[in-house]
């Protein structure tokens, strides 16, 4: 998951090699992190797998950031950072893994597609009205969504059914206060800051729940962990900040309607999941959804 953001991309922006990279990053290794979350909860549970990833991930870009010479966050900064990232990453990125504790990981993905829906909705209190087809949008969406707590797979697990539905509104609360009150600091320092804190809150809720790491880890579990630290928290992210500085908006934002279809296909083949033709048909209304809210109107 990750906030829904707004740039001016260059003129003249092309599929260039490097779009296309950047492409292939946002749209496979996302897709992707979700199986890998999968395959880390055998050895490493939901709060601690996720805290010590972000410790790692956010520890790493934070010392690359000051070898480049950016100053650190201020102590303001700071405190934005920990409430975005305890929104964010405590709540969204918590609750997405332990809803993976019993549902598959296709269909979190696929519920999760609504985030951009859910941002809409928490945009009201801010003023920002939906035009006539974002308002449908989030209609076909939501209906989408409730259609999708209907099958077999959140059906059978009410936890974590709760978990993912928490783990959205957390997420799109902590997305829109970071860009309309609670701004962290500018460039990858701010996402650093934000996921040592996010990271440090998991380790917290980690320690109050008892978890217990399976020590040593198999070799599945430690290297789905290494492939979410460096190829879904530093490789992917950056990806998705080229995208934004240097792709039309809606490009950069295409991963929203690949993500949940490459996740449920790689759960189906790989993880050995099952999702139900009217699973796919939930899937399918929620995505035509989350299209209607990025259409915009053509510039007269």
């Known amino acids: 998951m990750t906030t829904a953001a707004s740039s001016s991309p260059a003129p003249g922006a092309t599929l260039s090699p490097l779009i296309l990279a950047c492409l292939a990053a946002t749209w496979l290794v996302w897709g992707?992190?979700?199986?890998?979350?999968?395959?880390?909860?055998?050895s490493f549970p939901p709060f601690f797998q996720m805290g010590t990833r972000f410790l790692a991930a956010g520890g790493l870009l934070l010392a690359w950031m000051r070898w480049r010479g950016a100053p650190l966050p201020s102590r303001r900064q700071w405190g934005h950072a920990l409430v975005v990232g305890t929104l964010m990453l405590g709540g969204g990125m918590g609750g997405t893994a332990y809803a993976e504790l019993t549902v598959g990981s296709g269909l979190v993905v696929a519920f999760i597609a609504v985030v951009p829906l859910?941002?809409?909705?928490?945009?009201?209190?801010?003023?920002?009205?939906?035009?006539?087809?974002?308002a449908a949008g989030i209609a076909v969406g939501l209906a989408g969504v409730l259609m999708l707590t209907?099958?077999?797979?959140?059906?059978?697990?009410?936890?974590?059914?709760?978990?993912?539905?928490?783990?959205?509104?957390?997420?799109?609360?902590?997305?829109?206060?970071?860009?309309?009150?609670?701004?962290?600091?500018?460039?990858?320092?701010?996402?650093?800051?934000?996921?040592?804190?996010?990271?440090?809150?998991l380790m917290a809720l980690s320690w109050l729940t008892a978890e217990t790491p399976r020590w040593p880890p198999t070799p599945q579990a430690a290297a789905a962990w290494l492939y979410l630290v460096v190829a879904g928290s530093l490789i992917a992210f950056n990806a998705y900040m080229v995208l934004l500085a240097r792709a039309p908006a809606g490009l950069a934002s295409s991963y929203?309607?690949?993500?949940?279809?490459?996740a449920m296909l790689l759960g189906v083949a790989i993880g050995g999941e099952t999702v139900t033709g009217y699973e796919w048909g939930a899937v399918s209304v929620v995505l035509a959804g989350v299209v209607l809210l990025m259409c915009r109107p053509r510039a007269r």
């Open 32 to 42: 992707s992190t979700y199986l890998a979350i999968k395959f880390a909860l055998v």
């Open 118 to 134: 859910m941002i809409a909705l928490v945009n009201l209190g801010f003023g920002v009205r939906p035009r006539t087809l974002e």
């Open 150 to 201: 209907q099958g077999r797979g959140f059906q059978a697990s009410p936890a974590g059914l709760a978990a993912i539905t928490i783990a959205c509104v957390t997420w799109s609360v902590g997305s829109v206060l970071s860009q309309r009150s609670l701004p962290l600091a500018p460039g990858a320092m701010g996402f650093a800051s934000e996921m040592l804190c996010g990271g440090a809150v």
């Open 256 to 262: 929203t309607f690949v993500n949940p279809v490459i």
